[in-house]
């Protein structure tokens, strides 16, 4: 056995027993160990209840997906209940190994999201248990579930799916039942075409019969109408009895001599009152020899498996050795056993011959022309036998190749279980919604994700585009590397699905900004200082015309000073603290039209408009790289024209708030209070 699938086998099961003894020797006091014995007796509890809910639901989806497929094979066949449970168990079974890796990640997404919702994950937290501790009695749980999935697997699962491969080849050779429809030609019987133009439910007879058959070929073809007939079934259920009234019979009579080519072709008319056809028709349902379906390597179990892979591998070996030996034949015109100790010796004897060009010079012209054609049959010999030998082994390496990815393939069916858990229960932390609403939903779109790469691998290593283990394990990959990023950020209580920190990070992607949003204190101590806010506020809007006319930001920037020599501005940067002053002063204002003002102040960035990132490394790889640069470029150039239009806004609010000060004398009032 190779070295990989050594480590695949024994690999899992070393690392479940390593997670049973850490958990066994996790030391705890007294008290919190009893605590701790009831909580995951509760964890646990909920997560299996939830598993079994979800297993059988996702159990009957895929079951009833899979007999939608073969819908067409089931009906109309007159199958007996015991042949049609039979078919539903043996599909439930084989859709076992499929319906619990999905059902595991659906369990720990609602249990862990219930845990959130319920805030008892925090509480957890703030008694000082971390989530790997909480997420232990489930790690072992998962373990067994993926152990269960494995033994089913490599027991169960092949014995299932070769009954249900015998009883659905059996279905599809089974005889449909005779259900003569009424004006179209009905050819469910071999060899026979029935046209009625009427029957009688009640009774079963036809009327207006044209039966067409050719069942000893072609140049047999026998033509039949009739008044009315009857069709029905022998009580063996292998022939059917056809019983005709009032009818002719047209026959060709010509049959041996292929003469239906010609225009004019003899034929005899036949008249009859009553006649009594039986028809072979074998209406019972017969089981194919479940020896059929060995080569399947989905009916073996591992031991089988590689028993197989060894004999493809033997058998490729012998038609290799036999592919050399055959071509030393042909080539040396001579009979050579397969492996013949001489081989080499006879090819150095056969490259010490003379020239071609010498050899049919020196030939006469009649056994040169002989030599030609005798040349030309064996190349034409040797080219078909390759490319049958070529045929053989494609056929033989995609049958090697779908063993060893059926190995592999009950490995990391049952090892997702663990992999999904791994990603369900952080991610159910993380999003801490319970129910069946946000989690099914995650758990489609994450298992439909997982699907179409596991799909992908396992055909791109069935066409031998990619390596088998590359194929089979790149889900398993993928699903490792999530739960691991999955499992740091809730054990860190990371904010990966906060939606407003996406939201701002597009909203800064675009250029977008946030509106201000201050709202009247309810409790006030000190009031603005209503004197001097006037003069104040008329500096600042001095500053803005000063930096609208210096900054010159309807010009367009420079490129090289933008990514490769970034600096501050400190205007820019001035500007925003004097605002922001202001701001946080004029808060404090009993006025609700004051408030409406500085809720329209623009929020000032003093470095949008003078480098894309803090980074100077950044700076300058997106200069170098030309389109990104480009478009950051024209970026900053829009940034600085909002910030022209920022600075006249700016002043505009500072006159209103002026004026709304002077019109209500809140200086005056102001003063006078202080004097008093």
């Not at 030998?389 to 033989?396: C, Q, S, V």
């Not at 101590?525 to 806010?533: G, Q, R, V």
């Amino acid at each position: 056995m190779p070295l990989v699938q050594i480590v695949i086998k024994y690999g899992a099961f070393i690392l479940c027993c390593l997670c049973f003894f850490v958990s066994l020797r996790t030391k705890c006091a007294h008290e919190r160990m009893k605590f701790i014995k009831k909580l995951d007796i509760y964890i646990i509890k909920g997560f299996l209840q939830l598993f079994a809910g979800t297993f059988f639901i996702c159990l009957f989806i895929f079951v009833m997906q899979f007999l939608w497929k073969w819908m067409g094979d089931l009906v109309g066949k007159g199958l007996s209940v015991d042949h049609l449970a039979s078919f539903f168990w043996y599909s439930s079974l084989t859709l076992i190994p499929m319906s619990m890796p999905l059902a595991v990640l659906l369990a720990s997404l609602i249990s862990f999201g219930n845990l959130g919702e319920r805030f008892e994950l925090l509480s957890m937290k703030s008694a000082g248990i971390p989530l790997v501790r909480i997420l232990m009695p489930l790690i072992i749980v998962a373990g067994f579930i993926s152990g269960a999935s494995f033994y089913f697997q490599n027991r169960v699962s092949p014995f299932a799916t070769r009954e249900l491969s015998r009883l659905a080849w059996s279905m599809r050779q089974k005889s449909p039942e005779l259900e003569i429809p009424e004006g179209i030609f009905y050819s469910e019987i071999p060899g026979y075409n029935l046209y009625v133009e009427h029957k009688d439910p009640e009774t079963g007879m036809l009327y207006g019969v044209m039966i067409y058959t050719n069942q000893n070929g072609y140049n047999d073809t026998q033509i039949v109408l009739a008044d009315s007939g009857r069709l029905q079934s022998t009580a063996d259920k292998m022939h059917l009895k056809l019983t005709l009234w009032g009818g002719e019979r047209f026959r060709n009579m010509d049959a041996q001599s292929g003469s239906m080519l010609r225009a004019n072709v003899p034929y005899m008319r036949e008249s009859f009152i009553h006649e009594t056809v039986f028809i072979p028709f074998d209406a019972n349902f017969n089981l194919m020899d479940a020896d059929l379906f060995t080569h399947n390597a989905q009916t073996k179990n591992l031991d089988e498996i590689q028993h197989s892979i060894d004999s493809l591998d033997h058998k490729a070996d012998s038609s290799r050795h036999a592919i050399y030996a055959n071509i030393l034949r042909w080539y040396m015109k001579k009979s050579i056993p397969d492996g013949h100790p001489d081989s080499l010796a006879i090819v150095k004897q056969a490259l010490e011959m003379p020239s071609f060009d010498s050899l049919s010079m020196a030939m006469p012209d009649d056994q040169r022309v002989k030599a030609w054609r005798s040349a030309r049959s064996h190349s034409e010999t040797m080219q078909a036998e390759c490319q049958f030998r070529a045929l053989e082994t494609n056929d033989r390496n995609l049958t090697m190749r779908k063993h060893r990815i059926e190995w592999h393939k009950k490995y990391t069916m049952s090892l997702a279980c663990l992999l999904f858990f791994f990603i369900g229960a952080p991610l159910g932390a993380i999003i801490r919604k319970g129910g069946l609403g946000v989690p099914v939903v995650v758990s489609v779109i994450i298992f439909i994700f997982y699907y179409i790469v596991n799909q992908a691998g396992m055909n791109n290593a069935k066409v031998n585009s990619w390596t088998v283990e590359s194929g089979t394990w790149l889900s398993s990959a993928v699903l490792l590397a999530t739960g691991i990023f999955l499992t740091h950020k809730a054990n860190s209580d990371s904010v990966v699905f906060n939606a407003e920190g996406y939201r701002n990070f597009f909203m800064k992607l675009l250029g977008l900004r946030e509106s201000r949003k201050l709202n009247r204190k309810e409790v006030i101590i000190n009031d603005p200082d209503y004197s001097t806010l006037p003069q104040r506020l008329n500096e600042l809007s001095e500053f803005c015309i000063e930096c609208r006319k210096t900054m010159h930001l309807r010009r367009i920037p420079n490129y090289i000073d933008i990514f490769f020599h970034p600096g501050q501005d400190k205007r820019a940067a001035q500007l925003s603290d004097q605002l922001e002053a202001l701001i946080e002063e004029l808060h404090n204002s009993r006025d609700n039209v004051l408030l409406m003002y500085i809720n329209q102040y623009p929020i000032i960035n003093p470095s949008a408009h003078t480098r894309p990132f803090d980074s100077q490394r950044l700076n300058m790889i997106f200069g170098i790289v030309f389109p990104l640069g480009l478009l950051i470029f024209m970026r900053i150039w829009r940034y600085r024209l909002r910030l022209r239009l920022d600075l006249q806004n700016i002043g505009r609010i500072n006159n209103l708030i002026t004026e709304r000060i002077i019109k209500k004398g809140y200086g005056q009032q102001q003063n006078t209070t202080e004097y008093n």
